[in-house]
């Protein structure tokens, strides 16, 4: 068995369920902090998707796209932070 | 060799993100699913990175994916703390068998962020805040 079928036939679909159980819990999620961090799950599994697929297709570009989108998942979830707290403030 | 050490660390990584992905569904608490998202998905995608680093044995593809892992490992905690604490001061409740709460009280009676969310306080600490600059 090549490497390359072991990761598109093995890896890629358990991490595409994972990102389909973290999408049940973003819809569910009871309150907006639970449904920032779950996003914030989802685009780092999202990071081991397009590094699995890089490899897949043995594409070394995509490596780029991941190390943007670690950068702004950060930058999202520091900014929804900010807001919660902004609400809480402005709550009370 | 080197497709086995492949092989080995990218299932290592998926079967960890998985266990992150199931302990987000399960977990009954926000706290507990911030550490669970936090130490699993920061370990399952570093070792998906690791196993990259290995498969491209390219300098510049190497850097790169070690600087995707230390990125990562940098980031998520400072993430997960921000969201804890606001979560904590927007009053998201805690699980009923949480047995210790080491912030009860603490926030209210040292403001340290929050001026108007003192709730049941004697009248100097309202003073005291009113004082304060938002």
Redesign the interface.
């Known amino acids: 068995m090549n490497i390359t079928d072991f990761f598109l036939f093995g890896i890629l679909p358990l991490l595409g369920l994972a990102v389909l159980l973290l999408f049940i819990r973003f819809l569910i999620g009871p309150s907006l902090a639970d449904r920032v961090i779950a996003l914030d799950l989802m685009i780092t599994v999202g990071i081991g998707i397009i590094v699995v697929y890089s490899i897949i297709n043995d594409q070394p570009t995509f490596m780029d796209i991941a190390m943007i989108l670690a950068l702004i998942a950060f930058l999202g979830t520091l900014s929804f932070s900010y807001y919660l707290k902004q609400k809480a403030r402005e709550d009370e | 060799m080197s497709?086995f050490i492949?092989?080995l660390l990218?299932?290592l990584?998926?079967?960890f993100?998985?266990l992150?992905?199931?302990g987000?569904?399960r977990m009954p608490d926000?706290y507990l699913?911030?550490s669970v998202?936090t130490k699993g998905?920061?370990l399952?995608?570093g070792l998906?990175?690791i196993?990259?680093a290995i498969?491209?044995s390219?300098f510049?593809?190497t850097t790169?994916?070690l600087?995707?892992l230390f990125?990562?490992l940098i980031?998520?905690p400072?993430?997960?703390h921000?969201?804890g604490?606001?979560?904590y001061?927007?009053?998201?409740e805690l699980w009923e068998k949480t047995s210790r709460d080491d912030l009860r009280g603490k926030y209210e009676r040292e403001k340290l962020?929050?001026?108007?969310?003192i709730r049941e306080t004697d009248e100097d600490e309202e003073e005291s805040s009113e004082n304060e600059p938002s």
């Open positions: 497709d492949i092989a990218s299932t990584g998926t079967l993100i998985l992150a992905a199931l987000m569904l926000f699913r911030v998202a998905g920061s399952g995608v998906i990175l196993a990259a498969y491209f390219d510049g593809m790169r994916a600087a995707i990125f990562i980031t998520a400072v993430s997960a921000l969201l604490r606001v979560a001061l927007s009053k998201i962020e929050l001026k108007g969310k």
